[in-house]
């Protein structure tokens, strides 16, 4: 393993440790609305503390972009971290959120790490050495039949006014035409479970880096397409993604053309 990739899993798993040790305290957990539908807790920033203090302490002079503190340092090395992806899960006891950790060099995704606590699963990726699952090589689907597919995505909620109508358009041609849909509430754990097989695509708008930043790396290096709803390569940027096998992807990105548009085209 990366020695970059290392210092991330063990951060990970250090944040991971914060994370179940507060989960059946969660009654005791201090919690602030950051906006409509989004909350940070004590443990988030925790957690995030904990990425923080064991990647300084190997790269000191490595710069952070994390959810909760923001942008830290000037450096080609930054790491990019969601100490708890699906806080709203959660908040509420229910065991899907994980600690999202990529490593960003000279503005290219090199390292990604996600972590799940509850099932102890640690998917990583490197750029160019393939991703893994507990060490374990992991590939996208083989499914090449969108009517055999199982589908991930999340609900809008950042902009929900202006996005919940051509989603939910969207949202219904894809039930009408795969096996099912799936919204866990947790986006790094839904792109991971693309790259390792157990769905076959994923989409979602109004993300943030911290959400994308480590599964994209991680299902690119299973196999898989990423892009911004549009096609393009700017979905940190805006946001919006949809990812999948490439037959799977190619099957969304065609059947909901007209949704996808309309989408892209509001931001």
């Not at 929900?160 to 949202?171: F, K």
């Not at 990812?243 to 309309?262: D, F, N, Q, R």
């Amino acid at each position: 393993m990366h020695a970059l990739l290392n210092v991330g899993v063990m951060a990970a798993r250090r944040a991971g440790a914060v994370l179940g040790r507060n989960f059946n305290k969660r009654n005791k957990l201090k919690v602030e609305k950051k906006g409509h539908n989004d909350f940070v807790t004590s443990a988030d920033r925790e957690a995030e503390q904990a990425v923080i203090d064991v990647i300084h302490k190997h790269y000191p002079d490595h710069a952070i972009h994390a959810e909760e503190s923001g942008a830290q340092g000037d450096s080609d090395h930054v790491w990019i971290i969601d100490p708890l992806d699906g806080t709203t899960n959660y908040m509420h006891g229910f065991p899907q959120f994980c600690v999202s950790i990529g490593l960003q060099i000279k503005g290219r995704m090199e390292h990604a790490v996600v972590y799940d606590p509850m099932r102890e699963e640690l998917f990583t990726a490197t750029r160019g050495d393939g991703a893994q699952l507990d060490e374990h090589k992991i590939r996208v689907s083989g499914n090449r039949e969108l009517e055999h597919s199982l589908i991930g995505t999340g609900f809008p909620y950042r902009q929900a006014d202006e996005e919940i109508g051509p989603y939910m358009d969207m949202l219904q041609k894809v039930i009408g035409n795969t096996s099912g849909v799936r919204r866990p509430g947790a986006a790094a754990l839904d792109l991971c479970y693309v790259a390792c097989g157990r769905l076959d695509a994923f989409w979602e708008t109004g993300l943030q880096p911290w959400d994308l930043a480590a599964g994209s790396l991680i299902i690119r290096e299973a196999g898989g397409i990423v892009s911004a709803l549009d096609g393009g390569e700017n979905y940190l940027d805006t946001g919006h993604i949809l990812t999948g096998t490439p037959k799977i992807y190619s099957g969304i990105a065609k059947l909901c053309s007209k949704e996808i548009k309309i989408l892209t085209s509001a931001n």
